[in-house]
């Protein structure tokens, strides 16, 4: 379609590959081959759930549930049936799913020859909500029906950083950014004129690229407000034209964008071409890689669509061709502006398996999972930590996982740990509100459909709640039984929970609370004096600002000034503001009543407070110096004086010592009392030194430091810096020295 480039980047790389696990049977085998493009498959990275689309039907599953290990001896083309999953039926056969940002929504495209396109939206929370056994959606968007045609979602997707926003292209041309709350809302439209085949948003949502039938790429506002535009390559001619296929965002001046014959041929193979825009410094035209066909096409009778997928942290494109069964990467190179294509081995390669007479199988669906924590095995002398899963749905209903091993130098595990999915919080249909298609209801109350052959169909287990924590969200069998052999007792499969944590704090969005500070007693609360004295030193339980502790002229102690970090329970000391000016009081009349002579070394040793002895560098926000005290005592007194703000805000440990000091001061001002006052002070510091966490791990780097610093020393030792013999030192002197002699006679020569 396009110029042949005299070279196309590519990189034979070893040190990637894609090692399968066990197959698994999503649904059976088709009577015919899927034609129209369709995105049968989603994945939930934050709650650990894979979601599979066929026909008129929506299978949830847990992902782990998924990634079964090939076992040595076993055959790799032994496909596993009857996963357990919850299946919720649609009235109308569904060929696109995608999920909200937040993982909490999910879209259901459908369509029927009698009521057209629509979109129906649940909430994932629903799935494992016992209380509702009918999923019903929140929501439908209803495509406009022209006379004699039906426009079909040829491509969505959701907003990467606001979970209630989407765009779709229909097949029509036109495009639309809606809103979804309990109801669906039109932010913005573009007609069908503007003939638009694919959106994507930006990697941050602020932009939407909407790729176009005469092979421009066009950025918009969210209000779908035009801002800029890629032009269309130039080796795409006008006498052979070439429209967008599909695009990609991959970062702010690159995208990956697929053209297809403008014509719309089946038998022309698309191509993937890299746009490197410049930037605003640079004063360059687009640059554009063409990679040609990175996915050999073996099919001329779907529609052509490529699923792209983008692995950040890693800076690689996956590609996957619904006319093809293998997946290409490509790589950004080391310069950071080119783009090149790995060449794998051919053991190391992702491709879809034949079905059982021989014909190939091609995807309707591509997702990567984050999730797996299962070491690789890739020898019996290597292991490998885990790695994410490449995941893809084929036409014959098998979903062929692969773990993505990037053993470059510098790469970092990209794995995350699932949460439990909430049970509380999913929003309730709202069907008035909701536009639905004005034939026969698309959805009766939907109900679990009866167990097919081979097939596992599950409603949500009782959610679990221990000790007021997060409730644990489970599938679990409960009337519905498989129709193989039934195990002894009901399988179920519980979500990782979280019980043991307090939910104190409001959940956002719907979903779980999680504490952030430790529970406080309700003697704490009650007396916030003595919790402030006497509490440990390990308990976050207030925090100190720049000014949360002040002292007026008077001597009262005034309210904190800022407020305390989320979470933390914050102590108010000017709730008991009576309180401590009696107190405060106290200490002062105490030091003052000492004798001159006793001064800041003898009459208050206690209260002697070394800069060491101030609060962990977590807290570090400096306190307010407290103001000098009357103007008739002397200056060692006024010294001592300030002290006691400092013990009621320094390490909570030694609170309790600087409570009790007063009295001693009073009752015996001797000398030995103090030194031994001082003496238990200095032990507990040193005690409060070995338990600080800041402490330790600054002891930690010192050792560690030294350790390297001895490895280096080692290392040196052995090292020799000679270079070259004595002998060798001497002819080089004696040949340097005939040089200049020579360079000396040639000057005298040529003058």
Known sequence: MGDDMDHIPEREMKDFQFRALKKVRIFDAPDELPKDRSNLLTVSNKYGLVFAGYATEVRIFQTKDLLLQNEAGESPNEIVENVQSVLVPMKFPVHHLALSCDNLMISVCMASSDCGSFIGF???????????????????????????????????????????????????????????????????????????????????????????????????????QEKKTIPCPPFYKADNPAKVLDVFWVGTYVFTIVYAAADGTLETPPELVMAVLPKKEEKRPERFVNFMEPCYSNCNERQHHYFLNYVEDWDLVLAASAASTEVSILSRQGDQNNWEMWVLEDSSRAELPVTDKSDDTLPVGVAIDYTSNTPITISEEKIVGPAPVLLLLSTDGVLCPFHMVNQNPGVRSLIVAPEPLPTEGDRTPKMPGSTAPSSAAPFPPPKVETVPAGAVVLTPAVPSVTGGGVPASSFASSALKPTGPAPAAPLQYSFPSEASKPASCPSLSGAAGFSFSPASSTKAASDPLSSASLAPASANSFSFGSGSFKTGADGSAGPPSSASPVGLKQQSFGSVASSVKVNLTEKFTAVESSTPSAGSAQGSPMFSFTPKLMAPVSQSTPLPAAPAPSAKASTPTSSAAARPAQAASAVPGLQKSAKISPSVSKSSPSQGRSTASSAGMEKQVHQWKESDPVIAGIREEIAHFQKEMEELKSRTAKASFQVGSDEEKKMLKTDSNDLHTFILEIKETTE
């Open 122 to 224: 649940f909430d994932v929370r629903t799935f494992a909500n016992q209380a509702k056994q009918q999923k019903r959606p929140i929501a439908f968007h209803k495509l406009p029906k022209e006379a004699g045609s039906m426009a079909l979602v040829s491509d969505l997707k959701w907003n990467p950083a606001n979970p209630c926003m989407l765009a779709l292209c229909a097949s029509d041309g036109s495009v639309s950014v809606l809103q979804v709350t309990d109801t669906v809302k039109v932010h913005a439209t573009l007609p069908a004129s503007v003939g638009a085949t694919s959106v994507c948003w930006s990697p941050k949502g602020k932009q939407l690229a909407v790729g176009k039938l005469n092979g421009t790429v066009v950025q918009y506002l969210p209000n779908l």
